[in-house]
């Protein structure tokens, strides 16, 4: 395709062509369209799709991607992923714009396993403070998403080998939460931090769990003890 006829794709084709054409620009690592598919960063349409294939320009991008970090005018999504970019590229400069992106649920789990390879110490440690600061919603919440989103918080911070300084979230999600996955990533942590202390807790909960017919969670935290 021309040049003209890219640009032509990408602004008024439908969004499986302009998918198409943005991947192929990368594919063939096209830098006269790098101007174009940073201005689509903020797209909802099209901005996770940039993201996604970008990395594959490999350093020349990352100029770029700091001047986006960098630039006032720069919308927030676009800053966002920008981020996500240069960490996957392993440039310290995306670790605070990062970092309070995933203080929002809808953010990209894939930012996660960034940070573990950036910032391993400062991630556990703002994990715990996330969930210290949401355990109200950790533990009403009922919604798998929203479940989901703070498993990922404690598994990542437990796979980190983190301590959980402050353990009394964990032990009212394990007792308490609504949603069984949540309950047992909470058993996980606990059991990494001091399985003899708190397998017994665990074994409780379990117990309470059959009684009440929650067989699920049940298997599951035995399962963890054996």
């Known amino acids: 395709m021309e040049i003209n006829d890219i640009r032509q ?13 943005i991947q ?6 096209r830098a006269d369209f790098l101007p174009d598919l940073l201005s689509l960063l903020a797209s909802d349409e099209l901005g996770y799709f940039v993201e996604e294939c970008l990395p594959s320009f490999g350093e020349m991008i990352i100029p770029e991607l700091i001047s986006l970090l960098s630039t006032t005018e720069t919308p927030p999504t676009a800053r966002t992923r920008a981020a996500g970019i240069l960490a996957l590229l392993g440039k310290k400069e995306a670790i605070p714009v990062l970092l309070a992106a995933i203080e929002h649920p809808s953010s990209n789990h894939a930012y996660l396993n960034r940070l573990a390879q950036l910032a391993p110490a400062e991630l556990a440690t703002h994990l715990e403070t996330l969930l210290r600061k949401n355990i109200a919603s950790a533990i009403m919440t009922n919604d798998d998403r929203m479940a989901d989103y703070f498993v990922q918080l404690i598994a990542t911070a437990t796979q980190l080998g983190s301590q959980w300084r402050n353990v009394a979230e964990l032990e009212q999600i394990l ?3 609504k949603h069984w996955r949540l309950r047992v990533a909470a058993a996980e942590a606990l059991h990494h931090v001091d399985p003899p202390r708190y397998d017994p807790l665990i074994r409780r909960v379990a117990a309470l769990a059959a009684q009440d017919g929650q067989m699920v969670l049940m298997r599951a935290l035995y399962r963890l003890t054996m």
Request: aromatic letters at 0%; charged letters at 25%; hydrophobic letters at 30%.
């Open 175 to 177: 007792q308490h939460g």
């Open 24 to 29: 192929a620009i990368c594919r063939d690592r």
């Open 9 to 21: 794709t990408l602004q008024n084709a439908d969004t499986g062509a302009k998918i198409q054409v």
